[in-house]
């Protein structure tokens, strides 16, 4: 799709979620939404459009993305998608990058996020009726296809597909640097980054690397004022199932009422569980990030991701750090 046309979808994107006239259409979408997923609550599913609305709807980012990135392709092909349902709409990230690549999308949604996924689709459809998009039950033969899902399908996905080019993502998550050196609002920033979405995303922070004589205290003055997470009774049993299985095997803890904290090696941590890593140098730190760095999707610190932005990616925080737009225009 040449970039002038595609600015111009996204200027109609714009519009369409902002008009009035589109409102209960939006409100019936998103309360399917909640009935297909337990995970998507009102807030969660309000965040994430939020987010979409404004770092994917955004015309000038665009032109300065292009500005940067090569030319979309002249060889149109068939480019397969396999989206996750972990977060509400996740998938629409690819969706754009693959339209503005010029290539032809065919999805295969996740059980767990389709209608959102719809109401985007049937609004570019809308605006473009020259934009053709695929939605499969199963994926039929594509000349490429970008493949989200568990570190189990994931081996899965790789032996499939591998005859054609293709992108095929694990699971990851999010560590935060802190150096003692951080502000209150630093702080309240990183609860941010910790708890939108319940810890589902692979941009929450599961991980915080911290130094050997760190005080803990005024983070966690912060984290035990978040309440809101534990109205929602998925969250809720997670946290407690945890925290029976911490008392229970004697494991040390914090329990700050709405998550708890704990000391490991491993970097993904389950919902509802805060894993703090404690390191003795800044060679140390960057020695344990380059030895994880396969997991890690972003690092938020006061020097990297600012804190209370990891939720807020721009159009090229790349998934898994490779760059999805230039793997798609050099598909030959």
């Known amino acids: 799709m040449l970039n002038n046309r595609f600015i111009s979808l996204i200027l109609g994107l714009q519009a369409f979620f902002e008009d009035s006239s589109n409102k209960e259409k939006i409100e019936l979408f998103i309360e399917r939404a909640k009935n ?40 149109p092909k068939r480019v397969g998608l ?20 010029g290539h032809q999308p065919v999805l295969k949604l996740s059980s767990q996020d389709k209608a959102l996924m719809m109401l985007y689709i049937d609004a570019i459809r809308s605006i473009d009726a020259s934009i053709v998009i695929e939605v499969v039950d199963r994926l039929p033969s594509v ?4 493949a989200t899902g568990s570190d189990f399908s994931s081996s899965y996905f790789s032996n ?34 910790i708890f939108t979405y319940y810890g589902l995303g692979c941009r929450n ?77 800044l060679e140390a730190l960057e020695s344990w990030l380059n030895q994880h760095s396969e997991k890690i999707q972003c690092v938020v610190s006061q020097k990297a991701i600012p804190f209370g932005q990891a939720q807020m990616p721009a159009l090229d925080d790349w998934a898994d750090g490779i760059n999805t737009y230039e793997f798609l225009v050099n598909l030959s």
Not at 172 to 184: D, F, H, I, N, P
């Open 36 to 75: 297909e997923n337990a995970w998507f609550s009102d807030y969660l599913i309000r965040n994430a459009m939020d987010a979409i609305n404004q770092q994917f709807f955004d015309a000038s980012s665009w032109k300065s993305f292009f500005e940067k990135q090569p030319a979309p392709s002249q060889s």
């Open 82 to 101: 396999i989206l996750s349902g972990n977060l509400p709409a996740v998938g629409m990230h690819d969706l754009l990058m693959l339209i503005a690549a």
């Open 143 to 146: 000349d490429a296809v970008i």
């Open 160 to 193: 499939y597909f591998a005859k054609i080019p293709h992108i095929i993502r694990k699971n990851r998550s999010s560590v935060a640097v802190l150096t003692g050196k951080e502000t209150k609002s630093d702080y309240e920033g990183l609860a941010t980054d």
């Open 205 to 281: 922070v599961s991980t915080i690397a911290v130094p050997e004589s760190f005080d803990l205290i005024p983070l966690f003055d912060v984290l035990t004022q978040v309440g809101w997470v534990l109205d929602h009774t998925k969250y809720s049993n997670n946290y407690q199932y945890h925290k029976t299985l911490m008392l229970l095997n004697q494991i040390p803890h914090f329990d700050l009422g709405n998550i708890i904290v704990t000391e490991s090696e491993e970097l993904v941590s389950p919902v509802g569980i805060l894993h703090v890593h404690r390191y003795d140098s």
